[in-house]
């Protein structure tokens, strides 16, 4: 079924009849959707507009509102400059914002040059700003001033607002500029929207200026933004002068300083704070909560989350997030079980923890059981967690039906879940479909390339895997030690023993990346398979840290493979003393013994086994590579 488009009726274009005045009323059965009202010439101009206007309100969808727009436009109803922003600003807030939108700015741009008004360009304005699209928003403000129509002290700081993401920086700079140039500068409206843009932004001196420059209108949101831009940047004792400093303080005051301090790890003081604040809110309990779990004092976030009088969403899903990212998954889903109103925060941290720490099926479960609630819906970072489910569970034909679930619900295939994506179906054995989402992403960040290069290395593809890594390069991305993970580990299942040392070598002296056991296991691998072991046991030697039992296992295991046990007698004190409590390597250092026919020395490995206790651990992977990183 083919989606609406968002175009207004043709009947817009026409003019209005000369000496209309539309007489009409309406009425419909119960349960009629709203294009299916029947008009009737009988009823007063007013009682019409006001008719439409409520028939207007209770569109949900383009297929109910174009009738009711033809309607209007064909009694010139667009000509009546109350009317107009009465239903511009409906459309461009409405539920249905994204597709509406569209439409009020339609509107506006067919009447703007009959009614001439400020108004209907900032409600547009704003909407855009609101509904995360200040590109639009900055255009529409570019084409205000082309009609032309003076901004006034409204514009700014919805135009201001839109500017405040880095890639507008510039953009807000020029609207600066206009700012001063038509004398808002002074305006307190506008200057808190500058101070605080300046501040999101780190530019706390520039901040600072402004203010200092305005004293005589600053107000207490003046000072509020530039406290909140000084904590923000880690000046919390230039925020906290300010602070004292202050004529008068609010709640958000309270709330920025203590959040502020509780964001920089100083518990203490935003504690000796949160105790003088007149009246507590919301804000300054979630501030301390978080602050608490965060650095992982969770006895305390949970007390004080017991004793808060009126719990939000927020606190909820601080203290669910706290136990599930510490690992405690257990208590996490308990206060999630307990959670009244669950947003898709709630059930992404859930998910996410049971992922996390190995509880595949546990995540995929409530996944499937967040399908079934009415009001949240999975998002890009629900999507991330459970296709790492899949891809540990090798779950393949879920993996698929997300896949499609997220094509059907346009959910927006990011960086990170087109990542997940190609991990997923390389874990679950189709490199072709990993290979395919790969190509049609729109932009690939380092985490996409890296799923993309451990993908093939896995699946034995040496020579795609290192095409890929060189594809990388040239299009301006930087390796990170994931990617030289991938690559080692091709070369490693290839036997490419030259490219492999190159590419370790290469690491700390053109990347500045440091080895670390994981990349250490990769070399030893190569090197043992292809049976340079006592290269291989140099190379353990040379490790400024500690080799761990992954490394061992597997220089033992091409010690079993060529017959050598020289080089398995040397590392075997070193072995012992290492691991304590499994069987892996020592089941591995008595195969070798036996293998050369030293059964004196395989059974007295065997001995030790038996009397210190030590069980077999379940198998695991020389290298988990982490593609998300």
């Known amino acids: 079924m083919r989606k609406a488009r968002a175009v207004l009726p043709r009947y817009l274009l026409l003019p209005r009849p000369a000496n209309s005045q539309p007489q009409a009323s309406y009425s419909s059965s119960e349960g009629a959707s709203p294009h299916s009202y029947h008009l009737h010439v009988n009823a007063s101009s007013c009682s019409f507009s006001s008719s439409l206007e409520l028939l207007l309100q209770r569109c949900r969808t383009i297929v109910q509102l174009n009738p009711v727009l033809s309607r209007i436009i064909i009694a010139g109803l667009l000509h009546r400059k109350l009317f107009v922003c009465r239903i511009v600003r409906h459309l461009a807030f409405s539920q249905s914002q994204n597709e509406f939108l569209v439409y009020a700015r339609l509107i506006v741009e067919h009447v703007i040059h009959e009614q001439p008004n400020s108004f209907l360009f900032n409600t547009v304005i704003r909407a855009y700003s609101r509904n995360h699209s200040p590109e639009e928003a900055i255009r529409l403000y570019v084409q205000m001033l082309r009609i032309p129509v003076p901004p006034d002290n409204f514009t700014y700081p919805f135009v201001i607002r839109a500017a405040n993401v880095r890639a507008l920086m510039a953009e807000g700079l020029q609207v600066q500029g206009h700012i001063i140039k038509n004398g808002f500068d002074s305006d307190v409206f506008v200057l808190n929207t500058l101070i605080s843009m300046y501040s999101d932004h780190g530019e706390v001196d520039s901040a600072r200026q402004l203010f200092e420059q305005n004293r005589q ?49 100083e518990l203490g003081i935003a504690n000796a704070l949160f105790d003088r604040m007149p009246y507590r809110n919301s804000v300054t309990w979630n501030s301390m ?32 997030t706290a136990y599930a990212q510490s690992g405690d998954v257990d208590s996490a889903r308990d206060l999630f079980d307990k959670m009244p109103d669950k947003d898709v925060v709630s059930w992404s941290s859930m998910i996410a923890g049971y992922t996390q720490y190995g509880r595949f099926r546990d995540a995929v479960s409530l996944f499937k059981r967040m399908l079934l609630e009415k009001d949240v819906k999975p998002n890009e970072v629900t999507m991330v967690s459970v296709l790492s489910a899949c891809a540990h569970m090798t779950e393949i034909d879920l993996g698929k039906w997300i896949h499609a679930y997220i094509d059907r619900c346009n959910i927006k295939l990011d960086d990170n879940l087109g990542a997940a994506l190609i991990d997923m179906y390389a874990k679950c054995g189709n490199i072709e479909a990993a290979e395919q989402v790969f190509c ?23 020579d795609d895997s290192l095409k890929a890594f060189s594809r990388m390069q040239d299009s301006n991305t930087n390796p990170n030690s994931v990617t030289f993970l991938g690559v080692l580990t091709a070369c490693s299942h290839a036997g490419l023993v030259d490219e492999g040392r190159r590419y370790f070598d290469n690491m700390l002296k053109d990347h ?4 670390n056991l994981k990349h250490y296991g990769c070399m030893v691998d190569m090197l043992g398979r292809a049976g340079l072991l006592e290269e291989a046991e140099e190379l353990v030697k040379s ?16 010690c079993r493979i060529h017959g050598n046990t020289e080089v398995a007698d040397r590392i075997k004190d070193g072995l012992l003393g290492l691991e304590s409590g499994q069987a892996g ?15 004196n020395e395989a059974l007295e490995i065997r001995k030790v086994i038996k009397e210190k206790g030590i069980r077999k651990q379940p198998g695991s992977s020389l290298v988990d590579l982490n593609v998300g990183e």
């Open 217 to 265: 209108v600053v107000d207490i949101v003046s000072w509020n933004a530039l406290i909140d831009g000084y904590a923000k940047s880690g000046s919390v004792e230039v925020a906290r002068q300010l602070f004292d400093e202050m004529p008068e303080r609010n709640d958000v005051s309270w709330s920025t300083m203590i959040s502020g301090y509780a964001r920089h790890g």
């Open 289 to 320: 909560i978080s602050g608490f779990a965060r650095i992982g004092i969770l006895p305390i976030a949970r007390k004080m989350f017991d004793e808060m009088p009126c719990k939000n969403t927020i606190s909820w899903n601080a203290m669910i």
């Open 440 to 462: 049609n992403l729109k932009r690939r960040n380092i985490s996409a390339w890296n799923a993309l290069i451990v993908g093939f290395a896995m699946h034995g593809n040496a």
């Open 512 to 515: 500045n990346i440091l080895p």
């Open 543 to 558: 490790m400024p840290m500690k080799p761990d039992i992954m490394i061992l296992g597997a220089l033992l295991g091409a």
């Open 585 to 599: 390597c020592h089941v591995l250092l008595s195969n070798v013994y036996a293998a050369a026919g030293k059964w």
